[in-house]
């Protein structure tokens, strides 16, 4: 796998544009501080790019499979550049509507970029090596998270906005760049300039391929869990600095995450190598329901960090094996409408659970909002797997042979 340029190409890829989207996010944030005084109109300007990125998905799920996967993550590529470009307007004009269009189109190209990254991924290793490459993709995203918010905020110290947005335009110009260095001629790529026959359909198509495959809808379902924690990921982080009266545990709580979810990556393929991806998911979602119920301890610096340090663990091993789980179970055709669909789901949901953690804070507090997730997840773990048992009994039933 290491020998392959193109597994290169991605990982670099995905490091270049983590690097340039997180340090526009830092100087986004920073704009909004700036020229938006009300926090419901900046929530409000966020959530029209990521509305925007939801009502584009069914539609760029069907290019996804109909196009070259080469040539949509190159067309995505120069959105995002002519993205920057509203922002440099935004700050010359300090005009937020600017920023409106900059969001919107940001989101537009993501919306197109990532199920195709998704979709791309088996088209260039081998299906013993998808998980290995979905952790390690992973832990350069995290990495470049990491890097880029804590580069971000040093340059805002010293350096202007606009120039903040020159180094992630700089960003997308490379990534742009080595985008166009991809070689994608496995068999089975639909990128040749032949769409293919199986699926010119949208997304009615694939839920109806969807009805046909329990096992996928089930793991669809359980990505709910690990949402859960990280929809509110921001907002319990404060709170438990508010509970402790406790501004630097913010620091460590992010270091404790952010350290186990990069450790995840390197034992991830360990982990499976006994057993089934749905075993091994089955456990993850516990781990995580564990680490949900064991911020109820959140007054106390331990039980906080070792809650957000349980959960990037346990996160960190789930989101590469669910990713595998799908691009081994759905066909490759209906890759990049499966993708699209995903990210829908997750941006749709993502929003529901902010919303409704900041609801709950505000009710009921940290410790108890984390108990109801906590058991809310292992609900949802439980049916899982008797519907998994059930099914697996059922199979075992129709395979016997009939002796009568």
């Known amino acids: 796998m290491w020998s392959n340029r193109n597994v290169w190409i991605v990982l670099a890829g995905e490091f270049i544009a983590g690097l340039g989207l997180w340090t526009s996010i830092i100087a986004n944030l920073e704009f909004m501080q700036r020229h938006v005084p009300s926090d419901f109109m900046k929530s409000l300007i966020l959530f029209v790019g990521l509305l925007a990125g939801v009502l584009i998905s069914p539609y760029a799920g069907r290019v996804i499979d109909r196009s070259s996967k080469k040539h949509v993550l190159l067309l995505s590529g120069v959105g995002r550049i002519i993205s920057v470009g509203f922002m440099f307007l935004a700050l010359h004009f300090e005009s937020v509507w600017y920023m409106v269009l900059f969001a919107v189109l940001l989101q ?9 990254l998704q979709a791309v991924i088996p088209l260039i290793v081998n299906e013993k090596d998808l998980l290995s490459m979905n952790a390690v993709h992973m832990n350069a995203g995290t990495v470049a998270r990491i890097l880029g918010t804590t580069l971000a905020g040093l340059m805002l110290t010293v ?4 120039t903040l947005y020159t180094v992630s335009l700089g960003a997308y110009i490379v990534l742009l760049g080595s ?9 089975g790529e639909l990128g040749a300039g032949k769409p293919s026959q199986r699926s010119s359909g949208g997304f009615k198509e694939m839920l109806v391929l969807l009805r046909s495959m329990p096992n996928v809808k089930r793991v669809l379902w359980m990505t709910i ?5 990280i929809g509110g990921f921001n907002l319990m982080v404060i709170n438990v600095s508010e509970l402790q009266n406790d501004p630097e545990i913010k620091g460590w ?3 404790a995450e952010g350290i186990a979810f990069i450790v995840s990556g390197f034992i991830v393929r360990r982990l499976s190598e006994n057993g089934s991806l749905m075993s091994r998911l089955f456990i993850c979602s516990t781990v995580i329901a564990a680490s949900q119920m064991l911020l109820f301890f959140g007054d106390s610096k331990l039980g906080a960090i070792g809650s957000f340090g349980l959960f990037g663990l346990a996160a960190g091993c789930f989101i590469p094996m669910a990713g595998t789980f799908f691009q081994k179970q759905v066909p490759k055709e209906y890759h990049g409408r499966f993708f699209s669909f995903r990210s829908m789901l997750d941006r749709v949901m993502f929003q529901v659970v902010l919303l409704g953690t900041g609801l709950l804070l505000d009710l009921i507090g940290l410790q108890f909002t984390a108990l109801l997730f906590g058991a809310v997840s292992l609900t949802l773990v439980v049916y899982f797997f008797a519907k998994e048992a059930a ?5 075992k039933k129709k395979q016997a042979p009939d002796i009568g």
Not at 108 to 116: G, R
Not at 179 to 187: A, D, E, R, S, V
Request: no cysteine; charged share 5%.
């Open 108 to 116: 537009i190209s993501a919306a197109f970029y990532f199920p195709t």
């Open 159 to 162: 350096m202007s906005l606009s």
């Open 179 to 187: 985008t166009w260095l991809l070689q994608l001629q496995k068999p």
């Open 225 to 229: 869990i690990p949402t859960l924690f």
């Open 253 to 255: 709580l992010y270091a």
């Open 391 to 395: 099914s697996a009994e059922m199979n």
